[in-house]
T-cell receptor, first 112, second 111 residues
């Protein structure tokens, strides 16, 4: 298995909802990442997990809460989001921290 | 602050043309430079460059890094309509383990 998968593909949620985004890889990669990408902009790093521990939090608001239950899975828990949080959320993984990152197809999130 | 600048921002060419995309960077403790192609969804990895002057090649695509002048180029020869995409350049610093992306170059290849 040489890909990163993400679910759901699309998500529409209200500002009071709680939802989660999921990311999975079975390449044995030990680093996993969450990025946010707005339309016509490059991806912006949110979080980095290395060996299942959070190593980077790019000053992301607490309404985004990452979780890495094991080396293959990465979740992003969403609560009380704002309409400006609507974006494509990309997950990526790499063999170790550093080096080429392989991206999943993303979750297109719309916050109403 | 780490910075990556790509040029041109957008480009329209005809099938068969050769294009050169540019990426310049300023980063503390440079580790590597990566090129990605993004169509509708996820960026797909093209090249990772760590050493100056060594060309990486994959089919019609090639890339080279100049660590002295702090830039890289991505060449695409004999362009096809399937090459139409956003090409992203990203730089990785040794510390922090994060990629800093440039704004991208939007390439459109007309048939």
């Amino acid at each position: 298995d040489t890909e990163v998968t993400q679910t759901p593909k699309h998500l529409v949620m209200g500002m009071t909802n709680k939802k989660s985004l999921k990311c999975e890889q079975h390449m044995g990669h030990r680093a996993m990442y969450w990025y946010k990408q707005k339309a016509k902009k490059p991806p912006e790093l949110m979080f980095v997990y290395s060996y299942e521990k959070l190593s980077i939090n790019e000053s992301v608001p607490s309404r985004f809460s990452p979780e890495c239950p094991n080396s293959s899975l990465l979740n992003l828990h969403l609560h009380a989001l704002q309409p400006e949080d609507s974006a494509l959320y990309l997950c990526a993984s790499s063999r170790f921290t550093g080096g080429e990152q392989f991206f999943g197809p993303g979750t297109r999130l719309t916050v109403l | 602050e780490d910075k990556v600048v790509q040029s041109p921002l957008s480009l329209v060419v005809h099938e068969g043309d050769t294009v050169t995309l540019n990426c310049s960077y300023e980063v503390t403790n440079f580790r590597s430079l990566l090129w990605y192609k993004q169509e509708k969804k996820a960026p797909t990895f093209l090249f990772m460059l760590t050493s100056s002057g060594i060309e990486k090649k994959s089919g019609r695509l090639s890339s080279i890094l100049d660590k002295k002048e702090l830039f890289s180029i991505l060449n695409i020869t004999a362009t096809q309509t399937g090459d139409s995409a956003i090409y992203l350049c990203a730089v990785e610093a040794k510390y922090g383990n994060k990629l800093v992306f440039g704004a991208g170059t939007i390439l459109r290849v007309k048939s």
